[in-house]
């Protein structure tokens, strides 16, 4: 035969259609007259189920993916009768956004090390004589001819294999055992149960290499002395209860099963036993209750199952993956196999890869691969930007790992270390719109379902703690329920009968380890970070809106053609939505449910088409304010936060002054954005609106020097420390001090402000966030003539908007990644940066991968002006060291809840308490900071946000196609570069309605 092509016949693929693109390749052989030069083979699950229907030609190496029957002809006419690999049918890399034939170069396989799921992809699943071709059952020869049992037990302690169906203990001392009974009948039990939700491994290994198995439980049968195996499996498992069948069938048909096997004189048979599908059926004393025709139910243990099992005869279980290891570790020696994964953890693992990633599937890796190995590198990472999260592993009964554990060998020593299993293999990847009270109700669910009830722990605790869970996520959770689950969970733990019972309460435990303060956020705050506790909100977009903002209203309003009344709903919440329109980083989209099927709404451009409608038709408008009251309250600092709680208190009628010490209001607002992208008028507006209400703001006034911050504290009932972080860092480099070297809020400060600033011919920026990319557009529009930000992370790491990114490649900047400078060279002043090309290395706690430096690498990148725009801090002169407790970054220490420093009467928020953060969270600070202060001088903590509109009922219309975004005008690259015009000129009306359609409206009940 010229060719053998593999059609992968897992049971994804099955699912998926690949038994009609295999009959349309045997059409399509027969009408191309190749019949008789290809064979034509189904193998085994080949591991790439996102990729289904596939196939494999050998001995070429190419896999076509996502295959269609109609797309079989040109592969048959093209490749196998031309010799021409069809590429756009083979798989497209992402990252390289091209096609990559051989299957030995992809990513998710060439980082593999397939031993047990060698065969699968390279043999039929249904020839004994294939399997043989590779070696199959000579293991089983050498045992049972050339070996004592004595020696198969001691082959694989030398190996060190340990049992991979979740609890790791060492199979050698567990044959050892087993064999060490006397008895006139013994058992040996594949277990093949694999109830684990998201678990697949143990199916796709019996479907696509089921003499594997066999061989494996022959030689396990001759090492313990039993004469009788049984494989118990599911009843969920067809596919797999059906090639085992036929594979046993044919063993026995050449005596490989049977009496007198290789004229050895030992004997062994073994019969499949379909299990109901209960979970607590994985335990072993269950098991062998369901084995022996009674109720799945554990029993105590002693005696233990190789003691007395099936029948009280003596039973040694294992699981399938553990079996399939056997014949290799006789044929290459348990020395060989200890080479492989760690000293603790010898060989391999196979993982069922699911959830929030790429590449979904079947892989098997070296025992220490790290977590952030088998996410990022095999399973390609999480879709869509999203950021990742958690992985569960060992199933219900295991424990999930965040992202402080990217960098965490996968071995049995250190997930237990970190309060996890490994389990059989299941590995669920979590990206960040998951809730954690969520995950851990969904497997308390699961848990309380499959008790069996026998214990009384089991069977009550674990429907206590599912109550506690459905409590949290609807919102009714109460102060107690932290300490009442982990109480629960420690008893039933304790005091249940098995396995089952006892790791019950393991995905609690661990939610609670390492996530506590999202329950802590549904209780207290009654808000899920997630956006999945639907109970807790409007929808996920006005839950991931830090102020709030009713989204889907606002949408719905635009779509109605009602834009006036949008804009306003939006002032209930936040008073900047012109200024938010323009520069908020619009947290709201990458939550939108919209993206699931297209791209997210629009949110943040529609809010500003409302604020521009508004603004160009100038209507009159009335703020609500309450009658004044006798307190006022002082404010510091005219930003965003500032301003936000000033525009609040002042509607429920405080007197509010704000002190300022810039000519200008409005903080970085003002001095750190170009006018290219907030336009001073626009910013102006907003204030001015602000002033309406009764905020009085006065400029150049700098408290400690104009005003005594004493005589603040005894003017108002209240002060509102909301300065910001309006200072840059130092690099800290060689030659910061030079001329030239213009760091980046310094710079943007001076150009907004008017005063003269001169840029060099080649600029350089450093950083990669907002100010960065700020600054290198203003240098090139003030007439440098070549602009260069370097960045020591990816591009993708940046903080940056995606689209002010985009937006500076269309004015030619030039981003240079993985770039890290080291000096700054020059005799007086600045000519260039030395800098050190950076390699990727492990993870660190955000979950990014930490640049390392490439040796020999450095090189000098030429400039007459550097400015490094890497982070910025704040400067409290106004306030007595001793007087008020700072964290160690210099930012304001407050009481979490109160949001009071520890001067009494002294509030503080936004970026003086968090550091460098956005403007719609300063702004949702003083909305927060404007309740706590209301109810701090004796009010209710309700602020007033004007008459109720009415918003347009959701549309029953269930037709909703797929539609891309419509699109927004802007600039031409080529007249914006050198002047400081708007580049986003907003939607025309009718995009903008279009648009505003699009949205699902998911605030319907």
């Not at 393991?506 to 329950?519: A, G, H, K, M, Q």
């Not at 053609?561 to 939505?577: E, H, I, S």
Request: aromatic share 6%; proline share 5%.
């Amino acid at each position: 035969m010229k060719y053998e092509v593999f059609v992968c016949g897992g049971a994804g693929c099955v699912s998926s259609g690949c038994q009609a693109v295999q009959s349309a390749l045997m059409d399509a052989l027969g009408s191309f007259g190749l019949s008789d030069q290809v064979a034509v083979r189904s193998t085994g699950c080949i591991g790439s189920c996102h990729l289904g229907p596939a196939l494999i030609v050998q001995p070429d190496g190419v896999l076509y993916v996502k295959l269609a029957p109609e797309d079989i002809a040109r592969i048959v006419d093209e490749h196998l009768k031309q010799g021409r690999v069809v590429e756009n049918l083979c798989y497209l890399d992402r990252d390289q956004n091209k096609f990559v034939p051989q299957q030995g170069e992809i990513d998710f396989f060439k980082r593999q090390m397939r031993l047990v799921t060698a065969h699968c992809g390279t043999m039929a699943f249904d020839s004994l004589e294939a399997y043989v071709a590779v070696d199959g059952y000579q293991a089983a020869a050498k045992a049972l001819t050339a070996m004592k049992p004595t020696d198969v037990v001691d082959e694989m302690k030398r190996s060190g294999l340990r049992g991979r169906g979740g609890g790791g203990f060492p199979v050698g001392r567990k044959w050892e055992a087993g064999a060490s009974q006397v008895a006139d009948q013994k058992y040996l039990v594949c277990n093949a149960d694999e109830g684990d939700p998201g678990a697949f491994m143990d199916r796709s290994l019996l479907e696509g290499d089921p003499h594997a198995i066999i061989e494996g439980m022959l030689i396990g049968g001759y090492a313990i002395g039993a004469t009788k195996g049984f494989v118990y499996v599911r009843a969920e498992y067809p596919l797999a209860v059906e090639r085992l069948t036929t594979a046993l069938a044919q063993a026995r048909s050449v005596g490989l099963l049977g009496g007198n096997i290789f004229n050895s004189g030992f004997e062994f048979d073994i019969e499949i036993r379909i299990g109901a599908g209960a979970f607590v059926c994985g335990e072993e004393t269950a098991l062998m209750a369901s084995v022996e025709g009674h109720r799945g139910e554990p029993r105590q243990k002693p005696p233990f199952p190789f003691e007395s099992g099936i029948f009280g005869k003596p039973t040694i279980i294992n699981n399938v993956e553990t079996l399939a290891n056997i014949p290799l570790i006789l044929l290459r020696g348990g020395a060989w196999f200890a080479t492989i994964g760690t000293e603790k953890s010898t060989g391999t693992k196979v993982f069922a890869l699911a959830g929030d990633i790429h590449n979904t599937g079947i892989v098997e890796v070296p025992m220490g691969t790290t977590l952030g190995e088998i996410v990022f590198d095999i399973a390609g990472g999480i879709p869509r930007g999203k950021h990742f999260k958690a992985a569960q592993t060992g199933g219900p009964s295991g424990g999930c790992l965040t992202t402080e554990h990217l960098n965490t060998p996968i071995d049995y020593d250190s997930l237990t270390h970190l309060g996890t299993i490994m389990g059989s293999g299941g590995l669920i990847v979590m990206d960040e719109d998951k809730c954690m009270v969520d995950v851990a109700r969904f497997f308390m669910d699961f848990v309380r379902d499959e008790s069996c009830g026998k214990c009384v722990p089991c069977r009550i605790g674990t429907k206590r703690m599912l109550e506690v869970l459905e409590r949290l996520s609807t919102g009714k959770g109460k102060s107690g329920d932290i300490a009442l689950l982990e109480e629960l969970a420690s008893t039933v733990k304790e005091t249940s009968i098995c396995g089952l019972g006892q790791t019950a309460g393991n995905p609690v435990l661990s939610t609670l380890r390492n996530f506590r303060e999202e329950y802590e956020e549904h209780i207290n705050h009654h808000k899920c970070r997630a956006g999945v506790c639907s109970d807790l909100f409007i929808s996920p977009c006005q839950n991931a809106c830090p102020a709030g903002v009713n989204v889907p209203g606002y949408i719905a309003l635009i779509a109605s053609g009602r834009p006036r009344d949008a804009y306003y709903l939006v002032r209930k919440d936040n008073p900047f939505p012109a200024i938010c329109g323009r520069v908020c980083t619009h947290p709201c989209e990458s939550k939108c449910r919209r993206a699931q099927m297209d791209d997210p709404v629009a949110i943040c451009d529609l809010k500003r088409y409302a604020a521009d409608y508004v603004f160009a038709n100038d209507e009159p408008h009335m703020d609500l304010v309450f009658p004044k009251k006798e307190a006022s309250v002082g404010i510091v600092g005219a930003g965003p936060s500032g301003l936000t709680a000033g525009y609040y208190l002042a509607r429920l009628g405080y007197g509010v002054t704000v002190y300022e010490s810039l000519p200008v209001a409005g903080g970085l607002l003002a001095s750190g954005i170009p006018e290219y992208r907030l336009p001073k008028e626009v910013l102006a507006k907003e204030i001015r609106m602000i002033e309406q209400v009764g905020v009085k703001i006065e400029l150049n006034c700098e408290v400690g020097r104009d005003v005594k911050f004493e005589d603040l504290r005894r003017d108002h009932k209240a002060v509102y420390v909301a300065t910001g972080t309006q200072f840059p860092n130092l690099v800290n480099l060689p030659g910061e001090d030079k001329a030239g070297v213009y760091h980046g809020l310094t710079f943007l400060k001076d150009v907004n402000l008017g005063r003269d600033v001169e840029v060099g011919h080649k600029v350089v920026v450093i950083g990669g966030g907002s100010t960065a990319f700020d600054a290198a557009r203003t240098a090139k529009r003030l007439g440098a003539e070549s602009v260069t930000v370097l960045y020591r992370r990816m591009m993708e790491d940046m903080p940056a908007d995606p689209r002010e990114i985009s937006e500076a490649q269309e004015e030619g900047i030039v981003i240079r990644p993985l770039v890290a400078p080291l000096e700054f060279v020059g005799n007086g002043s600045v000519t260039g940066v030395k800098c050190m090309r950076m390699k990727l290395g492990g993870f660190d706690a955000s979950g990014r991968r930490k640049p390392a430096p490439s040796p020999d690498s450095e090189f000098v990148v030429e400039a007459d002006m550097v400015i490094p725009a890497v982070s910025q801090h704040s400067d409290l002169p106004f306030i007595d060291p001793a007087d008020v407790k700072t964290t160690r970054w210099g930012t304001l220490e407050t009481d979490p809840e109160s949001m009071m420093t520890s001067l009494p009467g002294v509030f503080a928020g936004g970026d003086v308490v968090r550091g460098p953060d956005v403007a719609i969270q300063a702004i949702a600070d003083g909305k927060v900071v404007a309740r706590i202060i209301d109810r701090y001088l004796g009010g209710t903590g309700k602020l007033n946000t004007g008459e109720e509109i009415e918003i347009p009922r959701p549309s029953m219309d269930k037709d909703v196609g797929e539609h891309e975004r419509f699109t927004m005008r802007f600039l031409d690259p080529a007249s914006r570069t050198h002047n400081f015009d708007e580049v986003a000129i907003g939607f025309h009306k009718l995009n903008a309605i279009a648009e505003a359609m699009r949205c699902l409206r998911c605030d319907a009940r």
